[in-house]
């Protein structure tokens, strides 16, 4: 991240610090790139805060943010890979 510290770089910080602290200290790095221009409206943060949520057993939360992934994404099999995840997100 130091040598590249752009949005996706974060992102995978993020899941970095889930697997080591935990989603709920990975879900707040998230906060920061709500703001960021270059991943708003894009569906891998979104797909990223689903999988955080859904570990920390938020699932209509995730399965929201699952939901909205699906929204923006413009591949067709990656629609069909995101509905189907968030179909299997039960409460």
């Not at 707040?28 to 943060?45: F, I």
């Amino acid at each position: 991240m130091r040598l590249v510290p752009g949005p996706v770089e974060r992102l995978g910080h993020a899941i970095a610090v889930d697997m080591v602290h935990g989603p709920r200290e990975a879900l707040a790095l998230l906060v920061a790139l709500d703001e960021d221009d270059r991943l708003v409206g894009r569906h891998r943060l979104e797909v990223v805060r689903a999988h955080l949520l859904e570990m920390a057993g938020g699932r209509a939360a995730a399965r929201a943010a699952c939901a909205k992934a699906v929204g923006l994404t413009l591949s067709l099999p990656e629609r069909r890979c995101l509905q189907s995840r968030a179909d299997r997100i039960t409460d």
